[in-house]
Structure formats: C-alpha cells, structure tokens
C-alpha cells in the first residue's frame, strides 16, 4: 500500500471550506488530493458525491458524515505521517499508520475511519 504518488501533485479548485480547524478545504467529487494534506473519498479511485474531506495535519479531526466509516480511497500528499483513527461500538480505540506520499485507490480499512491525527495515538492499539 505504501507508494508514492507524486503524479498526484496537482491543482485542485476547491468548491468549499470546512469550518473546523483540523480540515483543509473540500474537493470536487473528482480529483486529486491538495498538496500538504491527507484527503479521503467515499468511493475508490479519489472519488464519489460530496467530494473529497481533507485533514491539514493539525491536531484531531473528526471525519466528515460523508466519509466517515465509508473512505474508500486516500492519498497522504504530504511529508508527515498521521494517524487514521477507529473508535469501535464496544469501546476503544485502533490506528492506522499513514506515512507522507502514501495513497490508496481502494483502503481496506474503508469502514473504520472514525478521524484522523498528527500525533500518535497513546491510548489506542495498531489495527
């Protein structure tokens, strides 16, 4: 799963911004992630209605409704690793290792993503 994707650097026009802090903006349905984030799609291949959700690297990020428990794709187009985050029903809490430049056309960890983080999580075990 780890690749570079380099080929992915481009341009995006973005069609909204998200109000939290932690996100970066929202992308058309079709596109390739913004450079400096980690962004997720609904469906493979970067993506689905409502376009791709991003994470700018700062701090805790709750997903957005549209792909949360349903990221079927992520590129990481930026040097940082982060931390993809489930919180299963019955409690606790699983990561997911991305490292910078890493992507993936169809994630196998599609319907856990519950958010993302830029620090390793202490309280939470590798799933």
Partial sequence: M?????ALLTAVV????TPAAATG???PAVGAALPGHMCFWPEPNEMGPGGGW???????AEAAPHV?????????QSQETF??????GGGGCLYRTVYGGDYASYWEWWDKLDGVQSSRP??????
């Fill in 2 to 6: 780890r690749l570079r994707a380099a």
């Fill in 14 to 17: 973005c069609t909204a911004a």
């Fill in 25 to 27: 903006p929202a992308l």
């Fill in 54 to 60: 991003c994470y700018n690297g700062t701090g805790f």
């Fill in 68 to 76: 949360k428990r349903h990221a079927k794709s992520f590129s990481n």
């Fill in 83 to 88: 931390y993809a985050l489930h919180f299963p």
């Fill in 122 to 127: 202490t309280d939470c075990s590798p799933g």
